[in-house]
């Protein structure tokens, strides 16, 4: 059960505080919890302001409906959420939230302290919410690389080749040049005898006696 004193200490109308908490009491998850609660104050007067409520887990928006009679509420989770901010004017203080996607919600006439708190909380909770990712995504990059390093290396598998026997020629026996025949004793006698002639050792009357005789004698 949220207490009501706890969202009325920066002048918050009471009326609206207790209408929306009614609702917000059956709307809260499991582990959530309402952080602050800030309340419109319009320069006109209105039967029941807007709210907005900020949970550990959410913004709620919170628009009367029917005079005042119901509420319509709106809420956005922290994983949606961009950023948020505040700017202080005459009357006054706008409260901004910018989603990840689509147009700003801008919600008009926050009581100036009760936008700075609201700020602060909303941007505490997105804060934690940011780091909560970033813790998450470097424990999941982390187990990844522990997985990496505990696989074994794999192992490359180069195709088996088929070897092809290649023939290797028998070796030819290199060219032996037959040995000259042995010369009879008649022919060297002749082949002598020419060299004397040639060398005009002789004379030609010497030379045909003296190979007449040698071919006598054969």
């Not at 949220?2 to 908490?21: G, T, Y």
């Not at 582990?31 to 602050?36: H, M």
């Not at 989770?77 to 950023?83: D, F, M, P, R």
Request: charged share 30%.
């Amino acid at each position: 059960m949220i207490l009501i004193d706890r969202f009325l200490n920066d002048e918050q109308d009471p009326k609206a505080v207790e209408k929306v908490l009614g609702k917000l009491n059956d709307m809260l998850s499991t582990n959530e919890e309402l952080i602050y609660l800030a309340v419109q104050k319009r320069p006109a007067v209105n039967l029941l302001p807007d709210c907005i409520a900020v949970s550990n887990k959410r913004i709620f928006y919170c628009v009367p409906a029917n005079f005042g009679i119901t509420m319509n509420f709106k809420d956005i989770s922290w994983k949606t959420i961009k950023e948020v901010s505040f700017k202080e004017e005459i009357f006054g203080s706008k409260f901004i939230c910018v989603p990840q996607h689509g147009e700003n919600i801008i919600t008009e006439y926050i009581p100036k302290v009760q936008a700075r708190k609201l700020y602060q909380a909303a941007y505490e909770q997105l804060e934690a919410f940011k780091e909560q990712i970033r813790l998450t995504e470097q424990e999941d990059r982390r187990a990844q690389e522990d997985r990496r390093t505990q696989q074994p290396p794999a192992t490359l598998e180069l195709p088996v080749q088929e070897v092809t026997a290649i023939e290797i020629p028998a070796a030819v026996p290199a060219f032996v040049e037959p040995a000259p025949e042995q010369e009879d004793e008649t022919t060297l006698k002749l082949r002598k005898l020419k060299t004397l002639y040639d060398k005009q050792l002789i004379t030609l009357e010497e030379y045909e006696a003296k190979k007449a005789d040698i071919l006598d004698s054969f």
